[in-house]
């Protein structure tokens, strides 16, 4: 292209710039001055061109796609994305949850899994990850299982100790832990897993009944792991491998897609249930509730500008529409303040109007100002009640889907204990039952690998103990990987066994 055909450089409000290159000087050696304008903007807004980088889930990517309904849930849901022939646009972003910016892709890490869908009531967000379960099941403990899996603030290093510390001090962990031990820490590609809304969810249909949900997204393209070995090796090779893999089959029209699916229980089945269907350490097993098909999510855009669309982007479970509610999920409620508390401090006051996160459904809100405000009411009334039209709150489309709450007095509780409560028994089914052979040797060399490296002799103890009472033989499989011998540790392992224990029990 010729200088003649390119666009003229300009500021970022419009005006023609002075030079490309050169700064504004007294002379050709002398200093450069306070008022050129355009080289100080240029400083300062490169200066800030990062906003700071997520707590969680830092490093991601995403696209653009489409959700199509191709079963019948309208027995169960008045949503309308969720309507029978419904077509809703949608994005995506997927993440590690440790990870800095920066890391590696294919690190043994869960994954977020975060749609945002642009229905015609408002922003659908479901921000979930692709495991079904979660590492603790109170929003007090999130913080402290994040610190947990980040960096020592002496050293600012990682530390495996100080994950297997907290994980085996916190044994309602062990049904996510194994996952994450599993070849299923490490995804091959981010098309090649599953994801899944993770927390029980309310669902209420056009007559007013309500039921408990669970959302499964199952990958179309079949789940693929990497082993530890190949992961590990990838590494070197390219650390944005998910990233790339994604953007590039987008590119060539080779659009990933996921199956919807949800789990449905019966709004009072949840009372007499035989564990507590709210615990988000424990899956609903599909004999009692099986999957329905809901639709199906593709996605068929790369982003055009990824600090816009991607880094940007910003999800909140607390962004619901009509038909479509919470539940006395612990960590769910946390989650419902946290997120839109996080964008207000990394994005600012008015991220919800960043093309990438605004509805495309009319706003009317009385919220106003704040930094980075763009949108307006103009000269509609910022209070209410009002008398000069503004707009005005109609319970039947915002109607929340509510739960009895029995008697009892505020305080800090556990779950109450069911018949089956027990920390380790999905993990042992899926250790016994689902996992195969090659599965199980893998688990055990990804445990003893990664509770070698630089974790106490006191917490390695732990480790086993914790896998102890999963599977008596796993727990003897990790004792002879990291070198213990059982035989000679009578008593520290037994005091090891019944702490782990008298923390389940005490969960």
Same mark, same amino acid.
Request: net charge negative; proline share 6%; charged share 25%.
């Given at each position: 292209?010729?200088?003649?055909?390119?666009?003229?450089?300009?500021?970022?409000?419009?005006?023609?710039?002075?030079?490309?290159?050169?700064?504004?000087?007294?002379?050709?050696?002398?200093?450069?001055?306070?008022?050129?304008?355009?080289?100080?903007?240029?400083?300062?807004?490169?200066?800030?061109?990062?906003?700071?980088?997520?707590?969680?889930?830092?490093?991601?990517?995403?696209?653009?796609?489409?959700?199509?309904?191709?079963?019948?849930?309208?027995?169960?849901?008045?949503?309308?994305?969720?309507?029978?022939?419904?077509?809703?646009?949608?994005?995506?972003?997927?993440?590690?949850?440790?990870?800095?910016?920066?890391?590696?892709?294919?690190?043994?890490?869960?994954?977020?899994?975060?749609?945002?869908?642009?229905?015609?009531?408002?922003?659908?967000?479901?921000?979930?990850?692709?495991?079904?379960?979660?590492?603790?099941?109170?929003?007090?403990?999130?913080?402290?299982?994040?610190?947990?899996?980040?960096?020592?603030?002496?050293?600012?290093?990682?530390?495996?100790?100080?994950?297997?510390?907290?994980?085996?001090?916190?044994?309602?962990?062990?049904?996510?832990?194994?996952?994450?031990?599993?070849?299923?820490?490490?995804?091959?590609?981010?098309?090649?897993?599953?994801?899944?809304?993770?927390?029980?969810?309310?669902?209420?249909?056009?007559?007013?009944?309500?039921?408990?949900?669970?959302?499964?997204?199952?990958?179309?393209?079949?789940?693929?792991?990497?082993?530890?070995?190949?992961?590990?090796?990838?590494?070197?090779?390219?650390?944005?491998?998910?990233?790339?893999?994604?953007?590039?089959?987008?590119?060539?029209?080779?659009?990933?897609?996921?199956?919807?699916?949800?789990?449905?229980?019966?709004?009072?089945?949840?009372?007499?249930?035989?564990?507590?269907?709210?615990?988000?350490?424990?899956?609903?097993?599909?004999?009692?509730?099986?999957?329905?098909?809901?639709?199906?999510?593709?996605?068929?855009? $790369?982003?055009?500008?990824?600090?816009?669309?991607?880094?940007?982007?910003?999800?909140?479970?607390? $962004?619901?529409?009509?038909?479509?509610?919470?539940?006395?999920?612990?960590?769910?409620?946390?989650?419902?303040?946290?997120?839109?508390?996080?964008?207000?401090?990394?994005?600012?006051?008015?991220?919800?109007?960043?093309?990438?996160?605004?509805?495309?459904?009319?706003?009317?809100?009385?919220?106003?100002?704040?930094?980075?405000?763009?949108?307006?009411?103009?000269?509609?009334?910022?209070?209410?009640?009002?008398?000069?039209?503004?707009?005005?709150?109609?319970?039947?489309?915002?109607?929340?889907?509510?739960?009895?709450?029995?008697?009892?007095?505020?305080?800090?509780?556990?779950?109450?204990?069911?018949?089956?409560?027990?920390?380790?028994?999905?993990?042992?089914?899926?250790?016994?039952?689902?996992?195969?052979?090659?599965?199980?040797?893998?688990?055990?060399?990804?445990?003893?690998?990664?509770?070698?490296?630089?974790?106490?002799?006191?917490?390695?103890?732990?480790?086993?103990?914790?896998?102890?009472?999963?599977?008596?033989?796993?727990?003897?499989?990790?004792?002879?990987?990291?070198?213990?011998?059982?035989?000679?540790? $009578?008593?520290?392992?037994?005091?090891?066994?019944?702490?782990?224990?008298?923390?389940?029990?005490?969960?």
């Amino acid at each position: 292209m010729s200088p003649a055909d390119r666009p003229r450089t300009t500021n970022d409000s419009g005006v023609p710039a002075p030079s490309d290159e050169f700064s504004l000087t007294v002379g050709p050696e002398g200093p450069t001055v306070l008022h050129d304008h355009y080289t100080v903007q240029k400083m300062q807004h490169f200066n800030r061109e990062r906003v700071p980088e997520r707590v969680v889930h830092a490093k991601g990517t995403g696209a653009h796609g489409v959700f199509e309904v191709t079963g019948d849930v309208s027995r169960y849901t008045k949503a309308g994305l969720f309507q029978p022939g419904a077509k809703t646009d949608m994005f995506a972003r997927f993440s590690l949850v440790a990870g800095e910016l920066g890391y590696p892709d294919t690190v043994r890490d869960p994954r977020g899994f975060a749609l945002k869908f642009y229905t015609e009531e408002g922003n659908y967000d479901l921000v979930g990850n692709n495991t079904p379960v979660f590492f603790v099941r109170d929003a007090s403990k999130f913080q402290d299982f994040i610190h947990s899996q980040k960096r020592l603030p002496d050293t600012g290093m990682r530390s495996h100790d100080m994950q297997w510390d907290f994980w085996t001090l916190s044994p309602e962990s062990v049904h996510q832990v194994m996952i994450l031990m599993s070849d299923r820490g490490t995804p091959r590609t981010l098309r090649n897993m599953n994801g899944y809304g993770s927390h029980t969810f309310s669902w209420m249909n056009s007559g007013g009944e309500k039921f408990w949900i669970k959302y499964h997204f199952k990958t179309d393209q079949g789940v693929e792991n990497f082993t530890d070995e190949a992961a590990m090796a990838m590494i070197p090779e390219d650390v944005d491998f998910h990233r790339r893999d994604l953007r590039e089959s987008i590119e060539k029209g080779d659009f990933p897609s996921w199956t919807l699916h949800v789990q449905v229980m019966p709004f009072a089945e949840a009372e007499g249930y035989r564990f507590n269907p709210f615990d988000l350490t424990k899956v609903w097993p599909q004999g009692d509730y099986p999957l329905i098909e809901v639709g199906r999510m593709t996605l068929n855009r $790369n982003p055009a500008n990824f600090f816009a669309e991607v880094e940007q982007s910003s999800f909140s479970p607390a $962004n619901l529409v009509p038909g479509i509610g919470l539940s006395p999920d612990k960590m769910l409620m946390g989650r419902i303040f946290s997120y839109h508390d996080t964008h207000l401090h990394r994005i600012g006051t008015n991220y919800e109007q960043l093309p990438i996160n605004r509805p495309r459904a009319e706003v009317n809100s009385y919220n106003k100002d704040g930094q980075m405000t763009y949108e307006h009411s103009g000269d509609q009334p910022v209070y209410a009640p009002n008398s000069h039209g503004g707009p005005v709150a109609d319970p039947s489309d915002g109607l929340e889907i509510g739960w009895s709450v029995g008697g009892g007095e505020i305080g800090r509780y556990a779950y109450e204990k069911r018949a089956e409560d027990d920390d380790f028994g999905q993990a042992r089914t899926l250790y016994e039952e689902v996992m195969s052979e090659t599965d199980r040797e893998h688990l055990v060399a990804n445990i003893v690998g990664h509770a070698s490296d630089d974790v106490a002799p006191e917490t390695q103890l732990r480790v086993v103990a914790y896998w102890g009472a999963v599977n008596e033989e796993l727990g003897a499989k990790v004792a002879e990987g990291l070198g213990i011998d059982l035989s000679a540790m $009578n008593g520290q392992m037994e005091a090891a066994r019944e702490r782990v224990m008298a923390l389940a029990d005490h969960a």
